[in-house]
């Protein structure tokens, strides 16, 4: 590796001032918060006189010394100014509280020159100390060693350079007793790293000249982070305590680059010590005692570039330049990486909602989106939305479903009696098997679901009734028509050969008294899968829980209102079939009553039948059964009027009922469910829409839409972000 100093001047020097002076135009902006921009960090041991070095490259009188040892990084930045003035703040450490931060934004100093801030320096670093919560002998109340807040003073000036230099902490290496632990240690460790181990900063390897480099860890550790050397510049301090021959020679050699060569090789400086306080710089940037002291031997032997503070800060800014230069491309495509993060992490904060207008408009944005799917759900159109994925909220489909299951229902087990059977299967036309999906088993995971729905939304227990279907009252009693007979007997009349019509009614009400139990049931299970569909389509249209919590809350009630209007009707419904005389126009009941009656005939004849060979023309060998006139004459006379009264009204309400039956489950779809829950105008689904949201008062809208503080103030950094950002990007074009 050829050392630096044989090395031709660099040339990126020629594009390095324009770059540099927008590199400083962003950290302006403070964008350095949000980007590292190219920075040059001082690093070393404890003592090693760091910020004896960066006060002498910056100007800035530093507090030195043990007792004023540095607890936090310290980031000095140079800007260009019309006004002179220091500018002291604190940056918080990315960790902080929220309460931390604001404590920790809020302090700010303002001072107009260096020789103020040399006399107040001492008390405003006690003051820091104190927002930092370092505990010291003026601060005994502090908590922390050190800290990871970053302490920032600005200088700023007509002629300032463009430089930023930071301070950190010294390793030390043994852990004093009582002051510092091993964690300190590892936490300065830790600081250190995080600052040499971007590939834009300048790793300033402080080494005091009086002590032998080789036992100084920095820099292995600057090796670590920087393993071409093309970033780490070696610095020797304190060539003034250098007293033996032999010591001063092993300094020349490694300024020379003969010993433990550098890529950018070693600079000498020296520094104030503690006695010499005003040891001003001179016209030529160099102050009397370090000129006086270079121009002795053996110092004056060595390259002159090499030597004094003046000779480093010129060389800082060169090298600056070419880490800016090569940083350039790669700020670039960083900032358009971070730029388009935060832009998204501010769409998904949602826009602003401060004024009433916005928050009107967010929430009716949200509704208008619920809606759209609402009506994408009713018109089975599940390509809509990816939510239809899942079947439970498919909601039409599903509702179908649970009705095809009610129907089954009614059809197997609605009767409270079994009908007689009329012996022919042609005579009474019936509906097919269950399909296997409307099976008991499929019937029963729904109901489970179901229960879980119940159990996540307590407001619905005053509407739904899922209790358990007790099987013993539920099956069909089949007792030989014995309950015709002792329905019969309860309402007889003086009728002749007839009945009165109230048997017929009150046999009806007997037969349908697990009606009501079964509608409530079915119906909860149709309210049960519109509740869920509901709230899960308001977590797609409204993906902040905040609000959608706000606007459950706000219709809820007028949800359980609908569902109960619903529910309410199908009682209704129940109600009027068995309270109202049983009637019906549908030409199905008197085919089944013809057919049941002319089956009932068949069964009395066809023991008297006989079979007689048909007339010679036709093919031999038919044979039909014939009944004579006269037994048909004398077919039912042989039944007592009590029987044939009973036959007669297990035949009429065998047909009436299978009508009243479909009529009524049509009934619950047309009216119950599909007006009062689904299509209405009234229905629950119409509920959350723009008109409903355009109806709401300012408190309201503000309740449910309004901003939390922290989400706020979380849009207003992000915009402020995506702002700084986007002005970074038109800097560094
Ligand atoms: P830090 O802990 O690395 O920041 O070291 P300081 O900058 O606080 O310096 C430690 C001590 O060394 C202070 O008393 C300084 O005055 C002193 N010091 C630093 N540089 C020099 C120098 O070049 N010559 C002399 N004589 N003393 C120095
Ligand atoms: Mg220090």
Not at 62 to 89: N, S
Not at 153 to 168: A, N, Q, R, S
Not at 281 to 287: A, T
Not at 543 to 554: L, Q
Request: hydrophobic letters at 35%.
């Amino acid at each position: 590796m050829v050392p630096e100093i044989f090395k031709a001047p660099a040339t990126g020097i020629l594009t390095s001032p324009d770059r540099l002076r927008k590199i400083d135009q962003l950290r302006e902006k403070n964008i350095d918060v949000i980007l590292p921009l190219p920075t040059l960090v001082a690093v070393g041991d404890q003592s090693s006189g760091k910020s004896s070095l960066l006060e002498s490259v910056t100007d800035i009188p530093f507090p030195r010394g043990q007792e004023l040892c540095t607890r936090y990084a310290t980031q000095i930045t140079h800007r260009r100014d019309p006004e002179v003035q220091i500018i002291i703040t604190i940056i918080p450490a990315p960790q902080s509280t929220d309460n931390e931060k604001v404590s920790l934004r809020s302090y700010r100093k303002e001072l107009s020159s260096t020789d103020e801030l040399r006399t107040k320096f001492v008390a405003i670093l006690d003051e820091v100390n104190v927002y930092m919560k370092i505990k010291t002998a003026k601060n005994p109340k502090g908590t922390k060693t050190f800290s990871r807040d970053i302490l920032k003073i600005e200088k700023c000036g007509p002629t300032e350079d463009y430089l930023t230099v930071i301070d950190v902490p010294g390793i030390f290496r043994l852990t004093s007793k009582g002051q510092t632990t091993e964690s300190d240690r590892n936490l300065v460790r830790d600081m250190v790293i995080g600052f040499i181990k971007d590939k834009r900063t300048i790793i300033l390897a402080v080494l005091p000249a009086n002590v032998d480099v080789m036992t100084q860890e920095i820099l292995a550790l600057a090796e670590e982070y920087d393993p071409e050397g093309e970033r780490t510049l070696g610095v020797l301090t304190k060539p003034d305590l250098v007293i033996e021959r032999s010591a001063k020679e092993a300094v020349c050699n490694l300024v020379n680059g003969r010993k433990k060569p550098l890529n950018l090789g070693y600079y000498l400086v020296k520094n104030r010590g503690g006695d010499d306080v005003d040891d001003a710089e001179d016209s030529s940037g160099l102050r009397k005692k370090e000129r006086d002291l270079f121009q002795q031997a053996p110092w004056c032997n060595l390259p002159q570039e090499r030597v004094g503070v003046a000779a480093l800060r010129e060389r800082l800014q060169d090298l600056l330049g070419e880490i800016t230069d090569k940083a350039y491309p790669e700020l670039r495509s960083e900032a358009r990486k971070k730029l388009t993060e935060a832009r998204d992490q501010r769409d998904a904060l949602g826009p602003s909602r401060q004024t009433d207008r916005e928050q009107q408009q967010y929430l009716g944005q949200i509704a208008a989106k619920f809606q759209t799917i609402v009506r994408a759900a009713l018109a089975t159109d599940y390509s809509a939305d990816p939510a239809f994925d899942q079947s439970q909220l498919r909601l039409i489909t599903e509702l179908v479903e649970i009705t095809e299951w009610f129907n089954v229902t009614m059809r197997n087990i609605g009767h409270r009696y079994a009908f007689q059977h009329s012996g022919d299967s042609t005579a009474d036309v019936d509906e097919p098997e269950p399909e296997e999906h409307l099976s008991k088993e499929s019937g029963n995971t729904k109901d489970t679901w179901l229960r879980n729905v119940l159990t996540q939304n307590p407001e619905l227990h005053d509407v739904i009734n899922l209790a358990k279907e007790p099987n013993t009252s539920f099956s069909v009693q089949s007792d030989n028509g014995k309950w015709i007979d002792v329905v019969y007997r309860r309402c007889r009349g003086v009728e002749l050969g007839t009945f009165s019509p109230t048997v017929l009614a009150s046999a009806f009400r007997d037969q349908t008294t697990k009606w009501d139990l079964i509608t409530e049931r079915h119906m909860s299970r149709i309210i049960l899968t519109i509740h869920n569909f509901i709230e899960e389509m308001l977590k797609v249209a409204c993906p902040n829980a905040k609000i959608r919590e706000g606007v459950k809350s706000m219709i809820i009630d007028d949800l359980v209102a609908g569902y109960k209007r619903g529910m309410n009707f199908a009682k209704y419904l129940v109600q009027v079939e068995r309270e109202k005389k049983p009637y019906t126009v549908n030409h199905y009941f008197n085919s089944n009553l013809q057919a049941a009656r002319g089956q009932r005939m068949f069964n009395i004849l066809a023991p008297k039948s006989f079979e007689q060979s048909q007339t010679p023309q036709n093919s031999p060998d038919t044979v039909t059964k014939v009944v004579r006139l006269a037994d048909v004459k004398t077919a039912t006379t042989d039944k007592s009027n009590e029987k044939h009264a009973q036959e007669d009204i297990h035949d009429i309400l065998k047909s009436y009922y299978k009508v009243a039956r479909k009529r009524f489950v049509d009934s619950v779809w047309c009216h119950a469910i599909d007006h009062h829950l689904l299509s209405g105008p009234n229905s629950p689904l119409t509920l959350f829409s723009e008109q409903w949201v355009l109806g709401l008062d300012e408190d309201s809208l503000a309740a449910i839409a309004g901003e939390s503080r922290s989400s706020r103030d979380k849009r207003i950094e992000l915009s402020k972000k995506i702002s700084d950002l986007e002005e970074a990007l038109r800097i560094l074009k």
